[in-house]
């Protein structure tokens, strides 16, 4: 698989505090990666680098093999194939249909193809039917199953999860997980933070761990002495 995303020399700063340090990063295109650390390690603000919302203080950041430009104009196509989910999603008032619909609307998406897409990803996420409820009636587990749907509805290359599986329900659970295992095999890529090294879904080799805002060895490459 080709690289997807590329890092060299990669910082982010706030103010006087160092929150990212990488020299270098590959990810390939394809599969499941999981970003690992604790609280402040850097997770979500690596998430923000690849979804093209916040630049790096310094270094270069490439996508699909070319160099990120942070310039309006050149990240509002990249941004149609890299879609963030947040932990915590925001639902606009109103219908979950119309929430799913926003994004594709934005998009020229119109009739028939837009109602198609918004009933496939209900389905997909195991709330068919829900398109006539109140967006902000839903349950917690309900509303990150919408979020999703409202992400995949939109078709990305690139699907960056923050926490995903945080604040929801068991049966949800078990739902958002098949959903994010099957992404793979329709094209999309999955990079996701989680507080847990063994999420399904990510097989050695795919666990990219930050601590301190700094890549980390992963437990195989210390057992087996590589760098």
Request: aromatic share 4%; hydrophobic share 40%; net charge neutral.
């Amino acid at each position: 698989m080709a690289p997807i995303f590329r890092l060299e020399s990669v910082t982010r700063h706030y103010g006087e505090r160092l929150a990212l340090e990488i020299p270098e990063l590959v990810i390939e295109e394809g599969g499941i990666r999981s970003l690992s650390g604790p609280n402040g390690s850097g997770k979500s603000t690596l998430l923000g680098i690849l979804a093209f919302l916040s630049p790096p203080t310094s270094g270069v950041l490439y996508y699909d093999g070319k160099r990120v430009e942070w310039k309006e104009r050149s990240l509002v196509a990249l941004r149609r194939e890299v879609t963030l989910l947040h932990q915590s999603p925001y639902l606009f008032e109103g219908s979950v249909h119309a929430n799913i619909a926003f994004g594709l609307g934005i998009r020229g998406m119109r009739g028939e193809e837009k109602h198609g897409r918004i009933e496939e990803s209900l389905e997909t996420v195991g709330l068919g039917g829900f398109g006539h409820r109140r967006a902000r009636a839903l349950s917690g587990g309900e509303t990150q199953r919408v979020a999703l749907a409202r992400a995949l509805a939109l078709a990305p290359r690139v699907l960056l999860l923050d926490e995903p599986l945080a604040n929801v329900d068991r049966d949800s659970a078990v739902v958002i997980r098949a959903v994010i295992a099957g992404l793979p095999a329709r094209g999309t890529t999955v990079i996701m933070t989680t507080h847990d090294p063994d999420v399904p879904g990510c097989s050695n080799g795919e666990v990219i761990r930050l601590e301190e805002g700094r890549l980390s060895r992963s437990r195989d490459e210390v057992a087996t002495g590589r760098t």
